[in-house]
Each structure stands twice: as C-alpha cells, then as structure tokens.
C-alpha cells in the first residue's frame, strides 16, 4: 500500500476478499468517502482512489456499488479461458486436464438472491449516484469477472451452454462520464458491460467472450469509443449493442460467434463502424434497427459460414436469409469499402430455394452503398464434436480450404420497395442487385467484358 | 518500493508532493543519475527509473525537468471531470455538487513565475536534452495534469472560457525517439501536449479535452502515432496538429468540439488520418496548410452542426462557411469512402446566401477525391443553456432528431481555379460539385433515374 | 508483494536476477505450481500470478519455460533505443553519448548454449505446455528483450548490422488461447515474437523494431489482432508474417522500414489489412503468398522509396521492381480505397528500363481492387551517412521534400495471364493496368477531360 488511497484488496483489515471480495470493496469504499467528505477548498479534489487485486479467485457475494467518482480497480490478469469447451468435454476427460476454471485476477459472481428483478441488481459491479454532476472517471482495468455457470432451468438439460444465469459484470446505472473500462476479461455472464447514459466512455482491448450479451451501450449516449476489443455473445444475445447513441466509434474490434448479431444500433446516428472484423454463424450480424441515420460502415471485413460445432448447431438466431447479412432502417447511412464473404450450402439456407439477402435496405432514403466486395460460396466447414482444442484445429483448416468453393448465387443488394434516393453502386453485378431505378441510383459492378475503359469515353 | 527503480512521489524523502510535487521528481531524477551515473562495461545500461503517482491532489510549483531516457511517470486515474461545465454553474448549485475538480492521480499546475515567456518554461513536464542520442523511451501514463483555471484577462469577464492560461502539460522540446504518451487525462492546459522532432511517438488511449490545444507535434517528425484518443480543443486552438511530418498516422480517435479545427495538418506529407470520428461546430473542421502531399483521408466520420451551449455561442473560429468543412492545400493526396455530415439551417450559415464548400482544394494536382457521402440537411439541434448534464442530454436528444429532416444544397466538392490533375469520383452529383473539367477528372455521383448498369455497356 | 500470487523478480529468495532473470523466475513459476497444485472443488480454480520486472538490467542465462495459464509477466518500461544507430556511430563519438544500451525493464538475452537447433531452444521466454486445455491467457507487457548484439561471422565485418544472432524474444510453441502481449520493447533479436497455432491472441501496442523479423504468427490460427504496433524489421525478415490463419485483424500498425516485406501472408484466408501505415525501402512491402484468399486490404497508405541511410544501402531483399510492390497470388481478395506512394528514379529501378509494377496479381480469380489512388515521382531523398539523429533529421527533410517531383511511369495495376474474373476500378488510367479485358472487368480512373457526369448518361 504506497499511499492511503492505495488499497490492496488482500490488504484490507475488513472482511476476507476471498469469501466476498464485494464486502471488501464496499469497505474501502466507505473508507475513501469518510476520509475525502470534505468539500474542496482551494483547488483541493477528491481524487478518488485504486483497489488491487492480485492474481487470485476471490467470490462475489454482496455486490459492489460504486458512487464515487474516480475509482480505478485494477488487477494483474484478465484470465479468460474458455468455460464453453469445458462444459461441452465429457467429466472423465476434465479429470486429465490442468485447469478447468478462468483465473487471473478472477472474481467469481455468486451474488446472494436479493429478491429484486432488475438488471442492475443483479451486476456484479454497479455504479450509480443521483445529482451532480455525473459520475466521472470510474475505471476498470485488467481482471476478470466469471459468471462461473449458465443455470437456464428451461434449457432441456443444456443449462451450461444456455447463456442465461441472471448475472450482469459491470451495469452503469446513472449517467457518467469519462470512463474507461480496459484489459478487462468477462466469462459466462448473461450481461458482460450494460452501460447506460455513457459520455466519452472508453470500453477498449477487453476479451467479452462466452457471454449472453457482450457490450450494451443502453439508454442514450455520446462520443464514446468500443475499440480494440475481442467479443463474442451467445447464439441469442448481442455481442455489441448501441442505442439512442450519437457520436460512437466502433473500430479495430475482433467480433467472433455466436451472437445473435454481431452488431446492432437501435436508434444510433452519426456513428461509425470501421475496421472490424466480424464473424457469425447466421444473417442479420449486422442491424440498424428504429431507424439509424448517418452513421458510417467501413473498411469492415464481415464473414458468415455456418456453425461448425456439435454442441452449438441445434442453435441459432431464429432469422432467415432473407433478413439481410446487414440489414438496415434508416436514413442517409454509408456502406463503403467493406469485404463481405458468405459461405453456405444452399441446403442450409432458409427458405432453400431462395437467394440470400447480403446487404438489405429495408427502409429509408440517402443510403449510399458504394464498393463493397461480397463473395459468395458454398462452404468449406463442417460440423465438428470434438470437445475441446480440436475445435479449433478443425475450424481452422474448414477457413482455410477455401479454394475451389463453388460461387454461391445471392442478393448483393436488396432495395425494399418505398425506399428512394438510395445510391448503390459497384456493389454488384446488374443481376445481384433489387432496387427499383427509377427512384434509386444504381451503378452496377461492371463484369468481365463490359469494361467501361476510360478510353472508352468522348471527351466533353 | 521494489527496487531502487521504482519511486512512489509519497515516499520519498526530499520535498513534500502534496506542495510540490515537481520538487520531489526532480530530486528523484536527481538520484537517478546519481546512482546509473558510471558509463555501461560490457552490456550494462542505464535503465532509467519507474515513478509513482498514486490517487491523489499533488500541486506542481516547480516544472519538472527530464534529461534522462527510460524514465516512466506513471499513475492510477486519469480523472477527467468536465471543469467548462463546472466553471458555467451557479455557485450556489455547485453547494450541491458531490465533487468540482479533477481527481484521479491529480498534478495541479501552479507554476512558479518564471518570468520566461517561451512555450517550455510553462510546462509542468519538459523534456530536454543536449548532445547524442536522442533522449528515448520516456513515458508517461495514466495520471491527470489539470491546469486548475483558464485565466484570459482579456477575455471581458469570461476568464473561465478563455482557455488561455500560459500552461501546458507536457512539452517535449528536443529531438527524441520512442516516447510514449497513454492513459492520461489532460484538462485546462492552454497547451495539452506539444511534442518537437519527435521519431516513433505513441500517444494512444488520452483523454485530453478542455484544453486550448490538445495535440501538438511540432518542428517536424516522423513515422509516430496519435491513435484511440479522446480528445476536443477550445474555440480557437487545435484538437490535433501536426507540422513537418512524414509518416503520421492518426487513427481511431473520437475528436469532439470544439477546436479550430479538429485536424491540421502544415507540410505533413505521407500520413493517414484513418478511421477517426470528428465533431466540429464551424468550417475547417480538417486543414491541410503549408502544401500537404500524399496523405490519406479515409473512413473517417465527419459531423459539423452549430453550437447547441449557450456559454458557448458567442465563441467561433472565425471562418465563413466557403472556407469548406475539409480544406485542402497540396498534390496527391487522397480522401477515399469518409461520410460527411453538415447539419445546419441556413440562416446560420456565413453569408447565409451562399451554398457553404464541404471538401475544398484550394490549390494543388493529383489529388484524388472517391467515393465520399456528403449529407447535408437543416439543423435538428437547438442552443440550450442547461448548466450541466442537461446540456448532455439536451446535445444527444438533438443528435438523435434526425428525422425528416430538409436537406440543404451544398458545393460537395469544390475545386479552385489553378488546380489541375485532380480526380473527383462519385462524391457529390453534376450540379454539387464545382470544377474545371478540361482540366480535372470528374465522375458525378449518379442520379436517381441516371444509373449506369453494367448492362447499359457494350461489350468491348 | 501484496500477496502470495504477486511476485518480485528483485525480491525472490532463490538466485539473483541481475545475474540470470530466467532461473528466477522458473524457480517463481515452480513456486506457483506447488502452491495451486491441487485441482479445483467447487468453481476454485488456478489463478496464477504476476511477476514483476522493475526498471533494471537483467540478464537471461537460463531460458524462461512457462506451462501454466494466466502468467503475467509486466515491466515498467519497453525501453527501447536505437542499436542499430549506435553500432554504426565511431566509437569515439558514442564516448560523449548519454547512454548506448537499450533501458527500462529491460531483459538482456544472454542464453547459454544450449547445442539444440530448433527455434524454441533459443528463445528467452519459451511457452509451452502439452495436454488439455490449451494454455490460456499468459500475458506479457511493458518491459524490455533485448538480443544485444547481432554477430552473423558471415557478415563480411558488418555483424551487428547482420540482423542474425540466433535469438527470439518469446516464442509460443504449442497451442495458446487469449494471450495478451502488450506495450513490450524487442530489440536486436532475430525473431521478436514466434507464436504458433495461436487463438483470440492480442498483440498490441508494442515496439518491436531493429529484430531480424518482428512478429510471426506461425502453424495457424484464428481470431487475433495485431493492432497499434510500431514495427520494423531487417532487411530480409518480416515485420509481420501470419501462415494458414484465418480471421486475423492487422490494423493500426506504423510499419517502418527495413523488412524484406512489411507485411505477408501465407495461405491466409479471411482477415484484414486495414488501416495500417507502411513504409518500405524495396519492391515486395506486402506479399499474399500459398494462396491468400477473401482477404481485405483496405484504408492502408503504402510508401515505397529508397534506403537513405548508407550503412544500410549495401543491403536489399533481392527483388526488382517487377515483383509488385504488392503482390497477390490468391482468390477474392479485396483492396480498396488505399494510397500507395512510390518514390525513386528510374536509374534505381531494377530493371532501370522497364516500368515498375505496383499492385500485382500474380494468379487468382474474383479479386476486387477499387478505389487505390497510386502515386509515383522520382525521389527526393539522398542517402546520408551521418551516423545518429542526423539521419532521422534527414530522412524527415526528404520525405518532405515532395513538390515539383516528376511523374514516374508506372504499371499501376498488372493482372497476369490465367487470372481471371477479377475486377479493376478507379485504379489506374487505361495505360497504366495491364489486364485480359475479356476475362476480367476493368474501368479505368477517369482522365481530365474524359470525365463521365451523370449527366452524361441517357436514363433508362
């Protein structure tokens, strides 16, 4: 302990951190707040404090509530290891394996019932305060938080692969400012981050995986940044969410399965997606919901095949490939320089005898799509129950064996009927793309023996 | 304390760093040097020295000197509060404030008079050093440098607006070589960071914002990067500025109001500002001055709407909207697949008779101009005088009405008279954009009605 | 020490770290390994630990075997200099130098013969582990490998400029998940980092440059990010290589010269490029070789110009300038809406007497190159012999010189013979791509008064 508002969660003369370490923080919290009451005089702050936990298993019991403004807790080790094989690897197999928990600076949430029903009383880690001004500064920064079982009663026996326990990590709860949530490690929690009424909030180089739903920007917010991060949700979750948000930027994040989308904005503008790379077993990875206007998606590399795993096929997110790879509402939204590859047997495509939707406009006007590359494909993978690290070998070589794939025949680009001013262009082939020309403009992507060689052209 | 390397500024005996924490580096530079004074023998260096800032309120009257390479400042908290709204409520509201300044690991800067007038004897950390090498791998992070108060006498009673006190963060004034710039909070500084000659710079994941400027790299430099920051200038300074460089790149950062400009760039040359997400309340949002060659503007987000604060309104930047929202001096450079919002009624415009210039050369050949959406519409937003985080939800709910809104005739691209070799495709229509065709490349974005599909080509 | 999972390389009992840091802490990790030896009961698993490495000169005679998960190993500082600076400065100039060795946390890799020639037998810190599950979330950050010296004897003399030694800094050779490696300094070592067969691996923010090669992603893999490094490699090594990997994410990376090539891929399918900065000294700066496939190369600024430095200009990667500057065997690959700059005089071209080629497609179907903006002039730079900041002031000056350059003849794009159904946008004019317009689509970029308005179009 360097100074007083150093605290050492090992360190800390209240509670044992290792039966309940939200008892232990709570009382370093209480202990920050009696020593800094005083208002300031002269330039003088509350500057807050940092708890550390070391590497080491430390339960949750009483959850954290944090209403004070700049607290950093910060451990040695974000801890990810995948529960999700485990569950899925037979009991007498586990007997020869090293570990078969997440570690680092891990917290296990075994939250006490408290009898309420909502979100935020169910997180692990809460931060709310009423009045002035916004909570400020709040961060957390490289340890895990493991939500430890998926316990879906309804879930016929696959409890562990259900990805529901009712267990939230961090939930913002009032409106904050200038957070930072960093090298954080989030397992098998129903909610990974809820962050609701975020300004300028940094959620960057975590690893939000196996979780129900990854990153949840809720309520409204603005000029915030989810970057640099590696997420993946549940088959029915989000692995990144965003509405009634202006001003975010989503770029540089790795975005693998499940999740039920791999992004969706509700009601978000003026926002960008930008150098992503997404990947997802089933349509609709990409949704604009409640009219999303503006916003900017970029340089983005999007890959859908299909589930490759035994325990996994008997999921998905219930829509079918005419929904849309990306399927977008609203007005005025850029869809530029994004790679797109879809790769599935007919056979598995719902309806079957249908041509899949890639980028689907359903609504709105002044979209322009312009120089997006969809390749389409029959698929290399196949499906696998080998329990564990083999998953990975398989999944691997099934990406890799992508020579010689038969082209797919799909919908590059879909104009609903009633959406006008729309601008789509070499996105696709004349015979790719559905839009009605007269009220949209369209250029198709020329095709081999149709070049339009600048030569070609009169001078003016 | 681990070793004789790692200082804590709480425990060392000189000095007292609550009173003067620049005192008390100094002296553990000092003995530093003292202690890796002899010159290496076979293999053994000098390998600098870690400090410590724990949370806490640490005034900074003495400027702190660095003329050793390896030494890394480092806290827990970059504690960012919003000091512009803090400074535009109410006394007697404030009463009910949980907090009013900065936390986090807080250096208030206090300087001394030093009766110099030069940029470097007013900041809290200067870097310098004479003779061979360069002084490297300096790094400072995760701490808060807040400049306290905004002082302008001249400024008719709104001092606190001013956003000019004399003081800057950090200032690196001789040539150096990878330094690293990360976590920190930077706030009312008229000067955040001003970094000269500076090779392999890493200034990633700040929060600097509230100042006069934020990012300055001057002199002249190469091959650095200024990426995944937060950060929003005043009125009259520079969110991120750049002179002399070759090699930049800038990149994932949420720049928000205000700022001059939100990027300049003087004689920069082979650079990228790449996925960025820019917000600006006046024209020249982007400048490119002094002939910039061979950058890339690419898959940024750029938003221009007007001032919504009341304390704010009577501040610009002193442009008219013909300046252009991207102006662009010099050859070759490229602005590929960026989405460009204008939102503004045009009763605001200056002079609000004339079409206001999005993307403007001013002068320069081979500059290449593709596939831009440039949307400009009325204005949603209204000025709001909420003393606090009213004016938040006020800024958002405005952001978010963007329904319906009318659009507003602009001049997309607007190429000057003199410029030749130029290539504009696909980024604004016929009548948007203005240029000397004898003499430029010109593809308007097609019309409604006006597609060209691939179909409409003879075979060659 | 704050608890029994936080350990102190300057504070174990066994062995002296200034000595040999790598029998330290394998008597640390024996250590862990006794203490959490029993398997967990009721969700307690094996944390692991974190080691700390404070600023420090220590020698690494033993190899470092890690074979548990969740090991952090963190520094306080990547300390990196110029070597490559100094061995090419007389001696008796570095007699006034400040210093000449590399800092901070800062291992010296001095590993004793070990008779072995694999790979792994050199490395400072080996990771491997056999058995279930894959060893999870290791995590190396902020501190200092540093080879020390280069010494091929085949060097004609010039050994430490050799970028041979037969070291790697950390060399993951069995298959890893989660893995972080963050904020480290690698220096003067001919493999920076080796990591094979890796899953959800983080490499981010480091400087691994004056390395034989930098970072090698090797075996396979999937799902990882190389993101926001400065990296440069030796003339004939990568700065970044990935093999048989799919959903790699590269970006944000400033790639300085040397490197036989910035950037390669070896049957690398699915993955991105984006946003990156590179700049090299010879043909070949990015290479898709066995086969590359539904690969994104987007938003990246390329330059190519000519070795400065006259230690250096002895030196090449062997290959003329018909080579590609960006060479691409593989299928449905996309570049799109880059900015590639190169800059030499004819008389340096080999062969001087024919046009370089700049994007190449050596074989493959359904690639989509759109949007590229290529810029070519004769050189401004000289090479300069000045042995230390001289030459960054320079090179900076050089690269800065670039108005009234002359247009250099180039092949933009070449697509050879058998590729087919391949398709060129806005890349290049008519004369400048060489492609069968029969078997692949092309539209040349529009030359001034050529220009195709909308307006031009008949509607339909």
Not at 165 to 172: D, F, W
Not at 207 to 218: D, P
Request: glycine share 10%; with cysteine.
């Amino acid at each position: 302990m360097t100074s007083a508002n150093a605290y050492d969660v090992t360190k800390w003369p209240v509670g044992n951190p290792h039966e309940d370490i939200g008892a232990v923080i709570n009382s370093i919290i209480a202990d920050v707040k009696i020593r800094q009451a005083s208002r300031d005089v002269n330039d003088g702050g509350k500057p807050g404090a940092v708890i550390y936990i070391p590497p080491g298993d430390f339960r949750l019991v009483t959850q954290v509530l944090i209403d004070i403004s700049y607290l950093k807790i910060v451990g040695s080790g974000h801890g990810f290891t995948s529960s999700s094989i485990r569950f899925n690897t037979p009991a007498q197999e586990l007997e020869q394996w090293h570990e078969v928990w997440p570690g680092g600076s891990r917290v296990l949430v075994d939250l006490a019932p408290s009898g309420a029903e909502d979100d935020a009383s169910k997180a692990a880690f809460l931060v709310e305060r009423a009045g002035n001004p916004r909570i400020s500064s709040v961060e957390f920064a490289d340890f895990c938080i493991d939500g430890l079982h998926f316990t879906d009663a309804a879930s016929n026996g696959d409890a562990e692969n259900s990805y529901r326990n009712g267990k939230t990590g961090i939930h913002l709860a009032s409106a904050n400012d200038s957070f930072r949530i960093k090298g954080m490690g989030l397992i098998y929690l129903e909610h990974g981050i809820v962050a609701y009424h975020s300004d300028a909030l940094t959620v960057d180089d975590n690893f939000v995986a196996e979780c129900g739903n990854c990153i949840e920007l809720r309520g409204m917010g603005q000029a915030s940044r989810v970057s640099n991060n590696l997420v993946g949700a549940g088959y029915d979750g989000h692995s990144i969410y965003a509405e009634n948000f202006g001003g975010l930027l989503v770029s540089g994040n790795n975005v693998f399965p499940r999740g039920r989308s791999s992004i969706e904005f509700s009601g978000v503008v003026r926002s960008s997606i930008t150098g992503n790379r997404f990947h997802s077993f089933y349509p609709g990875m990409l949704v604009f919901s409640e009219h999303c206007s503006e916003n900017l998606i970029s340089s983005n590399h999007f890959l859908r095949d299909r589930e490759p795993w035994a325990p996994m096929t008997k999921y998905d997110n219930g829509l079918d490939d005419q929904f849309g790879l990306l399927h977008l509402n609203g007005d005025n939204n850029s869809v530029i320089a994004n790679h797109i590859s879809e790769s599935i047997d007919t056979q598995f495509l719902e309806p079957s005898y249908e041509k899949p939707v890639i980028i689907r406009i359903v609504s709105g006007r002044g979209n322009y799509v312009a120089n997006n590359h969809i390749v389409a494909t029959t698929e290399a993978s196949q499906t696998n129950d080998a329990p564990n690290s083999a998953c990975f070998s398989t999944q691997v070589e099934a990406i890799l064996s992508t020579r010689n794939l038969t082209t797919l025949d799909v919908i590059a680009v879909k104009v609903e009927p009633g959406s006008i001013q729309n601008t789509i262009l070499d996105s696709g082939s004349d015979a790719q793309v559905v839009i009605d020309r007269a009220v949209n403009a369209f250029r198709g992507t020329p095709m081999p023996g149709q070049q339009l060689g600048s030569a070609q052209l009169e001078p003016t």
